[in-house]
């Protein structure tokens, strides 16, 4: 059996110093929360930063 999730964080969507979505930053912090146990929503609407990525930087959230 797996580790049993016991929280839910909204997961925000890192930026690089050009305003580009930051794929290796992104990796680095869903494997920290992956190994503490913690389940997460991303790109919502929630912490905004869904309505500034493009659809291309989306597909890639979603997809990573």
Sequence with gaps: MGKKLSSVVV??????????????????????????????????SGSGEAYSLTKEERDRVMAV
């Design 11 to 44: 997961c925000l969507t890192p930026f690089d110093d050009k305003g580009a979505f930051d794929e290796a930053a992104f990796r680095r912090q869903l494997g920290r929360l992956r190994e503490a146990g913690v389940c997460v929503y991303m790109a919502g």
